[in-house]
């Protein structure tokens, strides 16, 4: 799913707000583990990273310049896990809200790629915020794949009359989940064109 696989040291060090010496001796000690370029640069692949600023309680986050992010919006805990585990071992950010007004706030600061959206939502019906991501210079590009549980074909054209980009129903496959999330973020913009 990722746009960007791997990061240089310099790099690293720079999202650590670490010294390119500190990285380095993190690699020699067997710490981080890297690829060489042909030139014998060192090359840390993005998982590689995640897996380093969590350790180190750095907020995951600050590879939303490199790594695809998602932010998912849903007041049902169950999907919320589930989509996360979907997402476990795939090379992107994972964000949650279980409202709509957290869901604002949080894609505001976080610029996502995609945003996962629950139509029936406690506080606002996710047509609205998906409305609003479409009437906003900063969000109109981003993707959104919609989730319901609603049924039949005038809530599915309501629902893609919203702006969404791809619709899912309740009860889907992690499979399913999958695909379309990856289909959505290879037409997502860019990382760096949506971080600030």
């Known amino acids: 799913m990722q746009q960007r696989q791997y990061l240089s040291t310099g790099e690293l060090a720079k999202l650590c707000n670490m010294t390119k010496h500190t990285v380095l001796t ?12 042909p030139g014998g640069h060192h090359r840390i692949h993005v998982d590689e990273a995640k897996v ?7 907020p995951v986050t600050k590879l939303a310049g490199v790594m695809p992010s998602i932010l998912v919006v849903d007041d049902d805990k169950d999907t919320l896990e589930l989509i996360r585990r979907a997402l476990a ?9 279980r409202c709509g007004y957290d869901a604002g706030a949080m894609a505001a600061k ?14 606002i019906d996710g047509r609205t915020i998906c409305r609003q991501i479409r009437q906003n210079p900063v969000s109109r590009n981003t993707r ?3 989730i319901s549980g609603l049924r039949g074909k005038e809530e599915e054209e309501s629902i893609y009359a919203a702006g969404v ?22 037409r997502a913009p860019q990382p760096h064109e949506t971080a600030h």
Request: charged share 20%.
């Open 165 to 186: 980009d791809d619709y899912l129903q309740k009860p889907f496959s992690l499979q399913e989940l999958r695909a379309k999330i990856t289909t959505l973020l290879r």
């Open 110 to 123: 976080m610029r996502p790629q995609l945003i996962v959206l629950d139509i029936l939502l406690p506080d």
């Open 52 to 58: 380093f600023l969590e350790s180190h309680a750095i």
């Open 144 to 146: 959104v794949l919609a």
């Open 26 to 37: 993190a690699i020699g000690n067997g710490v981080i583990t890297t690829s060489r370029t």
């Open 89 to 97: 071992n795939e090379s992107v950010i994972v964000e949650m809200a």
